[in-house]
């Protein structure tokens, strides 16, 4: 049973560029959320993806953008990159919400993240 | 007052002890409550959840749930120095939504 898998895993790049992250759900599940954690910190969420719709977004400005494809895999997209976007990204994967009857319980599972580094 | 708290630590247990991490919502209407464990530069691992009131155990890790209180903590019993790590709180369902909250994690040390 495969897991979350993200790409690639490491990433460099200069200010001002674009930078695509890619995600592959875990086997069975059909939601994916993205986050950013910066060191010493905890992730901070970004957006979820279901039914190739932007479900809920947080605190992050359009410079981030997402996308899910059909068989669930999902796409993290950051334009005009700065300095403090320098961060790990994690894509998470879980069931629908209510799949277990019951509200909230989208237990989210981690793929290993992509470390980008903006110089 | 931020979504989700936890003591940043460092928290130092003697191995073979038992190691008590805390985390407080602010939200009463969350539904559901994770712990993770993050090694350094790895990602977070789902250690297990809880959604009613009382205790969850698996193995050495008992999770606590207190709604009233909106209070979570996790209990690792039989420390060992494996169990060091990062321990993130973490929070769904605030605001009747989708989003989970983590809190910034307190950091455990166990020494032998």
């Known amino acids: 049973d495969a897991g979350v898998t993200q790409s690639p895993t490491h990433l460099i790049k200069t200010r001002g560029q674009q930078v695509t992250l890619r995600c592959s759900p875990k086997s069975g599940h059909d939601t994916v959320s993205w986050y950013q954690q910066a060191l010493g910190q905890g992730p901070q969420f970004i957006f979820q993806y279901y039914e190739e719709e932007e479900r809920q977004r947080g605190n992050f400005p359009d410079r981030f953008s997402g996308h899910q494809f059909p068989n669930y895999s999902s796409e993290l997209n950051v334009n005009a990159l700065l300095l403090g976007d320098s961060a790990l990204y994690l894509c998470?994967?879980?069931?629908?919400?209510?799949?277990?009857?019951?509200?909230?319980?989208?237990?989210?599972?981690f793929g290993p993240g992509t470390r980008l580094t903006v110089l | 007052q931020k979504e989700v708290e936890q003591n940043s630590g460092p928290l130092s247990v003697p191995e073979g002890a038992i190691a008590s991490l805390n985390c407080t919502y602010s939200?009463?209407?969350?539904?559901?409550f994770f712990w993770y464990r993050q090694y350094s530069g790895k990602s977070p691992e789902l250690i297990m959840f809880?959604?009613?009131?009382g205790d969850k155990e698996d193995g050495r890790f008992t999770a606590q749930l207190n709604k009233a209180s909106q209070y979570v903590s996790l209990l690792i019993r039989d420390s060992q120095p494996s169990d060091s790590a990062t321990y993130l709180c973490a929070v769904n369902g605030l605001g009747g939504g989708f989003k989970t909250i983590f809190g910034a994690g307190t950091r455990l040390f166990v020494k032998a």
């Open positions: 939200d009463r209407g969350s539904q559901s």
């Open positions: 809880i959604y009613s009131n």
């Open positions: 998470a994967s879980s069931l629908p919400r209510g799949t277990s009857g019951r509200a909230g319980t989208d237990t989210q599972y």
